[in-house]
């Protein structure tokens, strides 16, 4: 039978924890027929992107308790840790998945069944789970970038230099630990356009301020950028206060879109800002469709809540009764072997 007969009881779209995790909740709760399709070439693209080597990555968010609701046994660690366990997880379930498949489409046919067109091949299922998340397409600012200057603008922590001269734009988490990191071998400047910093969590919010305190980074807050222009190789940074000053590096960290033009292509109903519309159940309005992770969050989420929306979306799938039941396994005591 060919990948296209095939009909698939559940298609998942992205590999990052949402997407992993309810391929591994739909396995312990007894689905048989599961695929896993990501756009990059491993699973977790953002994580080891866009996290910095060794970052903590905590199970509790924003100083919100997170219990763990489903199979997924998740707990504290680091980016290293954390990729490690999501690899345990898909080598342990044996979930069947397709990188470096970006999936463009999604289609549903009279008999209900879902037709998912990808770079990879077109794929069938019953039900849809997106999980795409956001950081993966970073926001960029509304300014044009001199082409001239654009290996100087950065969008995460690539191709940085020790001894440079750098500007980080961004209040959230990312752009703060972004700051501290560099701010050890770098001279570094944070810019937010607010005069606080109110979305960091409090451990991040502690250590920026111990960094201000210190002189590791500068604050230069309450103030948002006019433009950028190039000045002899460097990146001249044009402020709204009417002040003006060059960096060698400018990094941005201001966040991830929801990516409209793809749900369109899924005939999803979006509110007026462009976010899916979407149900208790994180079911969308297209039945049979769910969103997890980040994508489901207005202003981004936990990894430990994503994977507690597989486990709701996988028991909310299996209430239907329209897929193929295998014997549930114990995911708890397979994740202690080997």
Request: hydrophobic share 35%; net charge negative.
């Amino acid at each position: 039978m060919s990948a296209t007969d095939t009909i698939y009881d559940l298609v998942i779209i992205g590999g990052g924890p949402g997407g992993v995790g309810t391929a591994v909740e739909a396995r312990a709760l007894g689905i048989e027929k599961i695929l896993l399709l990501e756009k990059s070439d491993n699973h977790s693209d953002t994580i080891r992107k866009f996290y910095k080597d060794n970052k903590r990555v905590d199970k509790n968010w924003q100083g919100q308790l997170v219990e763990m609701e489903g199979n997924v046994p998740f707990m504290d660690g680091t980016k290293e840790s954390t990729l490690d366990f999501f690899d345990s997880l898909i080598d342990h379930h044996v979930i069947d998945s397709k990188f470096n498949c970006e999936v463009d489409k999604i289609t549903k046919d009279e008999d209900e069944i879902f037709n998912i067109r990808a770079g990879c091949g077109d794929f069938k299922g019953r039900y849809v789970v997106i999980a795409i998340g956001r950081m993966g397409k970073p926001n960029k600012p509304s300014y044009k970038i001199p082409p001239s200057i654009r290996k100087r603008v950065n969008f995460n922590l690539d191709n940085c230099n020790r001894g440079e001269k750098i500007l980080v734009v961004g209040g959230g988490d990312s752009a703060v630990e972004y700051a501290i990191e560099l701010g050890n071998a770098n001279e570094v400047t944070l810019n937010y356009r607010r005069e606080e910093l109110t979305r960091p969590n409090p451990t991040n919010k502690e250590m920026i301020q111990d960094a201000f305190n210190r002189g590791i980074v500068e604050a230069k807050l309450g103030v948002d950028i006019d433009g950028l222009e190039a000045s002899s190789g460097d990146v001249e940074v044009h402020f709204t206060d009417g002040s003006k000053e060059i960096f060698d590096r400018v990094i941005y960290a201001i966040g991830g879109t929801t990516p409209v033009d793809f749900l369109k292509n899924a005939n999803l109903k979006l509110d007026a800002k462009g976010e899916p519309i979407f149900k208790e159940n994180l079911e969308t309005s297209v039945d049979g469709i769910y969103i997890a992770g980040d994508i489901a969050f207005k202003s981004g989420g936990s990894i430990a809540i994503a994977l507690n929306h597989g486990y709701r979306i996988v028991q909310d799938i299996i209430k239907h009764g329209k897929i193929t039941k295998v014997e549930p396994i114990d995911i708890q005591s397979e994740s202690q072997k080997g």
